[in-house]
């Protein structure tokens, strides 16, 4: 195995972390992504279908914001994620940037909050999913 795969292989993947105990998932995304077609239909349809499986586990809050949300507190950002209150980080085009800054990290949490609270959550959410499914037939 080359050492790539190896490192690869050594990093725990979500999949795996979402099962155990004492771990929490706070996930927030925009109704469009869910018709962001990156596959064939039945790839897309089993994405989808996961997310409904994931987003139904206990340890998962998945959020999502409806496309005629009529007033934005804040329009979508590049893809970030927040770990605790220890670390931030950004998904740039060319790179990964990480931020330990205590200001910097308050920044990212203030704008998760803020999309968090446009979004919908439960049966909501998951009707949202069902449509995304339902428009690939």
Known sequence: ????????????????????????????????TLR??????????AQLGYLLTAGAMPAVSLGII????A???LWPTELFHVYDDTLASVELLSA???????????LHLKAFEQLRNMAVYGA??????????????
């Open 71 to 73: 007033e934005r507190s």
């Open 1 to 32: 195995m080359s050492k790539a795969l190896e490192e690869r292989a050594a990093v725990p993947s979500l999949s795996r972390i979402i099962h155990q105990a004492g771990h929490r998932f706070h996930l927030v995304i925009e109704e469009g």
């Open 124 to 137: 909501d959410a998951r009707a949202l999913i069902v449509k995304a499914i339902d428009a690939l037939r």
């Open 36 to 45: 962001c077609q990156l596959g064939d239909r039945d790839a897309m349809a």
């Open 66 to 69: 409806p496309s005629h949300t």
């Open 96 to 106: 990964q940037v990480n931020m330990t800054q205590p200001s910097e990290i308050a």
